[in-house]
């Protein structure tokens, strides 16, 4: 085994057109008990060279995270231009290889948020750089302004694709096979026109296309300057053993594949779609398309963390060698923020970053655990970046510093530094100085109610509330130019009248779609998370998948504290900046989307906010 892990470090560099990165990855895992090890590693890797068409070593698999591009196409996981652009630096913290930061022909927001993480990019010469990529349809102006966005990037990949199924052909593009071959033939190339070095292609639909077409459009877009191949198999329709042979058969008989990297996409309708990647890229995909949580389009794509720790954990017995670049330590930080983000909750068992993905609660497992944590582990939680606070020697208090509390939080997969350093730390003193034993599960509510936030329009400065035979509540909010508003109201029990409080100075009419309290401690003085869903009554929409109705779109937000109205409180307020922001923008891009404001009149929120 030793042999074959040294071979990754002793590849040559590669004369690329692109500028060298050698960037020390992760060590190489060895297998003691199907358990993976650091202790015995024996060298580090070398992220290979970036050549847009060609990876110098065959063994290593590059990670394509598309959750800012089908990740957002979740119902209601619709995300702020700053929340995008936390997710990408995290994404590079993570080592992704490739980012899709969105589709920049969508919408002036999508547009400019890919720019924006183009421009985080630009500079190659700081630690490892991602690919930024935008997709785009087969036509002139969605490929242009894809290259728009992305081209400030140091490395920029226009993605583009189009439909090659029969019934996609004939009833979506109405188009005929030949003229699909030709759009897609003459797309590829203008986007190569443009000075675009990376494209990449993907017959949508490939799972159901016929397999000769495949070949035939496959070879032209490869004459016609394509770089990368992905195969999508859009609605999650194969078995894994298909999908495999999928990519078998396209590697064998597509002319020119050779020079082009091959690359999986996989839905999750059958709930398939990380065995597919598996599958795909044990049968010779060097490419896999990903995303955080496996968030995506209808029941979502394959996840990221699970195919990493698939690859890392069984890549050297299973999958001849196979290996990423991933920095799995970072998959934890990587997950919550995107679950906060996107408002889309992990179930407790969802593998890898699920609440009990690490938990043993029965007696034979827990025994088997206290003998030999090899026994029901086959992941050690600190791989991912979880570490549980009996494992740690720092014990935070009310004494404690910011440099306790960073160690402590990088510890549990965070790392937070500067204003969001120092806001978390007066709340956390704030609690501190009220609670005796601060546990991890309060840091991470208070992470998430500090840091995980959209840009403040409205903030919650104090609530109050009291009891006169009805429920009464005062709420004292401060809008982002300064100005104090001081509202009160009665309702059916104090959280209900805090938020017909909220209500009486945002003037938004909103709907309470959901909300769920948590306590994520325990006693008394645990802290409670909410969690709501609201959705605008005159406000941003999306289009309805079925109806093709506009319906207004929801949006959530999250807030901790040990008080459980304050804690209501704040995330109402939240799910309400949010919704704020997309109105603001709406507006900037077309007065005529929303009559929001000449309705409403409420001057405070015309103030233009740049997410
Ligand atoms: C499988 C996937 O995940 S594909 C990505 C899906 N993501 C999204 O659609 C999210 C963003 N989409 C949007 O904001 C909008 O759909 C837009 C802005 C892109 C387009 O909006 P509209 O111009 O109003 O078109 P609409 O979405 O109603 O219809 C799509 C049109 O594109 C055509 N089209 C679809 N795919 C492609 C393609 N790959 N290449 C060229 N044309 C295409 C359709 O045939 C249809 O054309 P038609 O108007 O001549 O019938
Ligand atoms: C745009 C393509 C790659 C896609 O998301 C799909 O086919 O699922
Ligand atoms: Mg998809």
Redesign the pocket.
């Given at each position: 085994m030793a042999s074959s892990i040294c071979k990754h470090a002793a590849i040559a560099p590669s004369p690329a057109a692109f500028r060298s990165t050698k960037i020390p990855i992760l060590p190489v895992y060895l297998f003691r008990n199907g358990r993976p090890s650091t202790a015995a590693a024996c060298c580090s890797l070398l992220r290979p060279h970036y050549i847009p068409n060609h990876i110098p070593d065959p063994n290593y698999v590059r990670i394509f995270d598309t959750t800012l591009?089908?990740g957002e196409?979740s119902p209601g996981a619709t995300m702020t231009t700053k929340e995008k652009l936390n997710i990408a630096r995290q994404l590079a913290r993570l080592g992704v290889d490739i980012i899709e930061a969105g589709?920049p022909?969508?919408?002036d927001a999508?547009f400019e948020a890919v720019q924006l993480i183009a421009r985080e990019f630009a500079n190659v010469d700081s630690g490892h750089v991602p690919v930024i990529c935008g997709?785009a349809?087969?036509?002139k102006r969605?490929i242009q302004r894809s290259w728009e966005a992305v081209k400030h990037a140091s490395k920029p990949r226009i993605h583009?694709?189009?439909?090659t199924s029969q019934i996609h052909m004939e009833f979506?593009?109405?188009m005929t096979p030949d003229q699909v071959v030709e759009?897609a033939r003459s797309?590829v190339a203008y986007a190569r026109s443009l000075g675009c070095q990376d494209v990449e292609f993907s017959p949508?639909?490939a799972g159901r296309s016929d397999r000769e077409f495949l070949y035939q459009i496959l070879g032209e877009v490869i004459k016609a300057g394509a770089t990368t191949l992905n195969i999508?198999d859009?609605v999650g329709y194969t078995l894994p053993a298909e999908f495999g042979q999928l990519i078998a058969d396209i590697k064998a008989n597509t002319p020119g594949i050779e020079n082009v990297i091959i690359s999986t996409h996989c839905q999750n309708d059958l709930g398939l779609s990380t065995a597919n990647t598996i599958a795909g890229a044990y049968s010779g995909a060097r490419q896999v398309e990903v995303t955080i949580n496996g968030i995506g389009?209808r029941a979502g794509n394959a996840s990221l963390e699970e195919v990493v720790m698939a690859i890392k954990c069984r890549g050297e017995q299973a999958l001849d060698g196979l290996y990423t670049g991933i920095n799995t330590q970072h998959i934890v930080m990587a997950s919550k923020m995107v679950e906060e983000y996107s408002g889309l909750r992990i179930q407790p068992h969802k593998a890898i970053v699920g609440a009990n993905a690490f938990a043993h609660e029965s007696g034979i497992h827990q025994d088997g655990m206290l003998k030999h944590k090899n026994t029901y582990e086959i992941i050690s939680p600190e791989d991912i970046g979880l570490v549980r606070s009996n494992e740690s020697g720092i014990v935070l208090g009310k004494l404690s510093g910011r440099h306790a509390l960073k160690a402590k939080m990088l510890e549990l997969g965070y790392d937070i530094d500067g204003k969001e350093l120092d806001d978390l730390f007066s709340r956390f003193k704030a609690v501190a100085g009220n609670k005796k034993n601060i546990s991890d599960d309060d840091l991470v509510a208070l992470v998430s109610d500090e840091v995980f936030q959209p840009q403040t329009i409205w903030k919650l400065e104090d609530v109050t509330c009291g009891s006169l035979g009805l429920s009464t509540a005062t709420v004292k909010l401060i809008h982002t130019n300064g100005d104090e508003h001081i509202s009160c109201s009665v309702g059916t029990g104090p959280v209900d009248a805090a938020y017909k409080a909220v209500d009486l100075v945002v003037k938004v009419p909103v709907t309470l779609l959901e909300y769920s309290m948590s306590g994520v401690t325990e006693g008394i003085d645990a802290i409670a998370t909410t969690r709501v869903l609201i959705r605008g009554e005159d406000s941003v929409t999306a289009?309805h998948a079925y109806t093709g109705e506009s319906v207004n779109r929801a949006f959530s937000g999250t807030g901790a504290s040990m008080d459980i109205v304050i804690s209501s409180v704040r995330a109402y307020v939240n799910a309400l900046n949010k919704l704020l922001g997309f109105k603001n923008r709406l507006k900037t891009e077309d007065p005529n989307k929303s009559k929001w404001e000449e309705e409403g009149g409420e001057t405070a929120f015309v103030t233009s906010s740049i997410y």
């Amino acid at each position: 085994m030793a042999s074959s892990i040294c071979k990754h470090a002793a590849i040559a560099p590669s004369p690329a057109a692109f500028r060298s990165t050698k960037i020390p990855i992760l060590p190489v895992y060895l297998f003691r008990n199907g358990r993976p090890s650091t202790a015995a590693a024996c060298c580090s890797l070398l992220r290979p060279h970036y050549i847009p068409n060609h990876i110098p070593d065959p063994n290593y698999v590059r990670i394509f995270d598309t959750t800012l591009r089908d990740g957002e196409q979740s119902p209601g996981a619709t995300m702020t231009t700053k929340e995008k652009l936390n997710i990408a630096r995290q994404l590079a913290r993570l080592g992704v290889d490739i980012i899709e930061a969105g589709f920049p022909a969508s919408s002036d927001a999508d547009f400019e948020a890919v720019q924006l993480i183009a421009r985080e990019f630009a500079n190659v010469d700081s630690g490892h750089v991602p690919v930024i990529c935008g997709l785009a349809r087969c036509n002139k102006r969605d490929i242009q302004r894809s290259w728009e966005a992305v081209k400030h990037a140091s490395k920029p990949r226009i993605h583009t694709f189009i439909a090659t199924s029969q019934i996609h052909m004939e009833f979506k593009l109405k188009m005929t096979p030949d003229q699909v071959v030709e759009k897609a033939r003459s797309m590829v190339a203008y986007a190569r026109s443009l000075g675009c070095q990376d494209v990449e292609f993907s017959p949508e639909d490939a799972g159901r296309s016929d397999r000769e077409f495949l070949y035939q459009i496959l070879g032209e877009v490869i004459k016609a300057g394509a770089t990368t191949l992905n195969i999508p198999d859009t609605v999650g329709y194969t078995l894994p053993a298909e999908f495999g042979q999928l990519i078998a058969d396209i590697k064998a008989n597509t002319p020119g594949i050779e020079n082009v990297i091959i690359s999986t996409h996989c839905q999750n309708d059958l709930g398939l779609s990380t065995a597919n990647t598996i599958a795909g890229a044990y049968s010779g995909a060097r490419q896999v398309e990903v995303t955080i949580n496996g968030i995506g389009e209808r029941a979502g794509n394959a996840s990221l963390e699970e195919v990493v720790m698939a690859i890392k954990c069984r890549g050297e017995q299973a999958l001849d060698g196979l290996y990423t670049g991933i920095n799995t330590q970072h998959i934890v930080m990587a997950s919550k923020m995107v679950e906060e983000y996107s408002g889309l909750r992990i179930q407790p068992h969802k593998a890898i970053v699920g609440a009990n993905a690490f938990a043993h609660e029965s007696g034979i497992h827990q025994d088997g655990m206290l003998k030999h944590k090899n026994t029901y582990e086959i992941i050690s939680p600190e791989d991912i970046g979880l570490v549980r606070s009996n494992e740690s020697g720092i014990v935070l208090g009310k004494l404690s510093g910011r440099h306790a509390l960073k160690a402590k939080m990088l510890e549990l997969g965070y790392d937070i530094d500067g204003k969001e350093l120092d806001d978390l730390f007066s709340r956390f003193k704030a609690v501190a100085g009220n609670k005796k034993n601060i546990s991890d599960d309060d840091l991470v509510a208070l992470v998430s109610d500090e840091v995980f936030q959209p840009q403040t329009i409205w903030k919650l400065e104090d609530v109050t509330c009291g009891s006169l035979g009805l429920s009464t509540a005062t709420v004292k909010l401060i809008h982002t130019n300064g100005d104090e508003h001081i509202s009160c109201s009665v309702g059916t029990g104090p959280v209900d009248a805090a938020y017909k409080a909220v209500d009486l100075v945002v003037k938004v009419p909103v709907t309470l779609l959901e909300y769920s309290m948590s306590g994520v401690t325990e006693g008394i003085d645990a802290i409670a998370t909410t969690r709501v869903l609201i959705r605008g009554e005159d406000s941003v929409t999306a289009t309805h998948a079925y109806t093709g109705e506009s319906v207004n779109r929801a949006f959530s937000g999250t807030g901790a504290s040990m008080d459980i109205v304050i804690s209501s409180v704040r995330a109402y307020v939240n799910a309400l900046n949010k919704l704020l922001g997309f109105k603001n923008r709406l507006k900037t891009e077309d007065p005529n989307k929303s009559k929001w404001e000449e309705e409403g009149g409420e001057t405070a929120f015309v103030t233009s906010s740049i997410y």
